[in-house]
C-alpha cells in the first residue's frame, strides 16, 4: 500500500489545497496553489496549474518519477458531468506518465467526502456559496451556486454587496437603513481606500475583483462584533437566514437515513463567514424553521482535498484509509425541541 500514490486536489474559486498521499492514507504532502475554475480561466490555463501543482508536490516527495494511481479534483465550476468526464479523458490523454486515473467532481463534494463519506449536505458560504446533499443512495440535490450575479446568497461578496447597496439606498433616500450607517460608511471607505462613494463603481464595475470585493465581510464582522454596530450585526442575521433557507429548500430530498443519524443531518459548513458563526446562529435558526427535528454542523478542521483524494482513490476501485471523524469539529447542534 505504500507504493500507491494518491493526490487530491480542491480548486476553490479563490485559492487551490493539494494534498499527496500514499496508499495507507499517510500524507506525503500538501501545497496550496492558484484558483482552478476554469469557466473563470479556461481548460489550458487550468490545465497548466494542476500540473504546476502536481509536479511540486511529487518532487517535493522525491516521487518526481511515480505516476499517481488515482487522482481527485473538485473544483469550482465542475458541476457537469458530461463536462467533467470529457475534463478526465482529456487530462489523462495529454499527462500519461503522471497519472493513471482522474476524477472530476464539484469543489462542493471534497468538504462531504473529507467529513461525511455516508452522505451529508455541504454548506458552502466562502467568497461564493453554494449547498449540495448526497444521499446514501448516491441521489443528490441542490440548491444555489449561481455566482454572484444570480446568487451566492450569504457568501463574502454578496453580504458586502449588500452593505454598499444598503449605503447607496439609504444616502439616495430610496430605501431608507434600518439603523445608523455612519459606522458602515466608515468601514467600507477604508476597506476600498475612497474618499467619496463615486469612488466605489470603480470597484463595481471597472476594476471588479470578487475576491477583493468579498474582502469588505471581514471588516463588517470586525465592526459587528468589536464595534457592536447593529447594522453590520443585520447583515450576517440576514446571511444566517439564508443558510437557514438553503437547508430547508432541500428537505423533500434528504435521504430518511441522514435524518435517523445520530445528531440528525450532518452539515458541513466551508467558508470563512462561518468564522462569524455567532453573527449568523440566530438567522440560521430562523431560516431553518421546523422543517428539520435535529441536524449537527460541523466544520472540517483539515484540507477538503483529502475528500478530494478519496474520491479519485475510490474510483479507482481503491477505498483510502481516512479517520474522518478526525476530520471534523461539530459547530452548532440543531434540536427543534430545545
Known amino acids: 500500500m505504500e507504493n500507491k500514490l494518491y493526490c487530491g486536489i480542491e480548486g476553490g474559486a479563490s485559492v ?20 482552478c475554475n476554469y469557466l473563470l480561466l479556461g481548460y489550458e490555463e487550468v490545465q497548466k496549474r494542476l500540473v504546476d501543482m502536481i509536479e511540486k ?20 465550476g465542475c458541476e457537469e458531468e458530461e463536462a467533467n468526464r470529457e475534463f478526465e479523458k482529456n487530462f489523462t490523454r495529454k499527462h500519461p506518465d503522471m497519472l493513471k486515473n482522474c476524477f472530476v467532481a464539484s469543489d462542493t463534494e471534497a468538504p462531504l467526502y473529507t467529513a ?19 444521499n446514501p443512495d448516491g441521489t443528490t440535490g441542490r440548491c444555489g451556486g449561481w455566482g454572484h450575479l444570480l446568487g451566492d446568497e450569504a457568501s463574502a461578496c454578496w453580504i458586502s454587496l449588500k452593505a454598499v447597496k444598503t449605503l447607496f439606498d439609504d444616502e439616495d433616500n430610496l430605501v431608507k437603513s434600518p439603523f445608523d450607517t455612519t459606522k458602515l460608511k466608515e468601514v467600507i471607505f477604508q476597506h476600498f481606500k475612497i474618499v467619496h462613494k463615486f469612488g466605489l463603481l470603480e470597484h463595481c464595475y471597472t476594476n471588479f475583483n470578487k475576491t477583493y470585493f468579498a474582502g469588505l465581510c471581514v471588516k463588517l464582522a470586525e465592526a459587528a462584533i468589536k464595534n457592536n454596530d447593529p447594522l453590520c450585526q443585520y447583515f450576517f442575521y440576514e446571511a444566517g ?7 430547508a429548500a432541500l428537505r423533500p430530498k434528504v435521504h430518511k437515513d441522514l435524518l435517523e443519524m445520530e445528531g440528525g443531518l450532518p452539515i458541513i459548513c466551508v467558508g470563512s463567514v462561518f468564522k462569524s458563526w455567532q453573527l449568523l446562529k440566530d438567522g440560521f435558526v430562523e431560516g431553518i424553521g421546523n422543517h428539520y427535528d435535529k441536524c449537527t454542523l460541523i466544520t472540517v478542521n ?15 476501485g481503491f477505498e483510502l484509509p481516512l479517520n474522518h471523524r478526525e476530520n471534523v469539529s461539530i459547530l452548532y447542534k440543531f434540536d427543534l425541541a430545545s
Request: proline content about 2%; glycine content about 14%.
Open 16 to 35: 487551490s489545497k493539494l494534498v499527496l498521499l500514499n496508499g495507507t492514507g499517510k500524507i506525503l504532502h500538501e501545497l496550496e496553489g492558484p484558483s
Open 57 to 76: 508536490a511529487k518532487e517535493a516527495s522525491n516521487l518526481r518519477d511515480h505516476a499517481l494511481d488515482g487522482l481527485g479534483l473538485c473544483m469550482s
Open 116 to 134: 461525511c463519506p455516508k452522505g451529508g449536505l455541504v454548506l458552502i458560504a466562502g467568497t461564493g456559496s453554494n449547498s449540495l446533499l448526497i
Open 241 to 247: 437566514k439564508c443558510l437557514g433557507s438553503m437547508v
Open 302 to 316: 483539515c484540507s477538503s482535498a483529502l475528500g478530494a483524494a478519496y474520491l479519485g482513490a475510490r474510483a479507482t
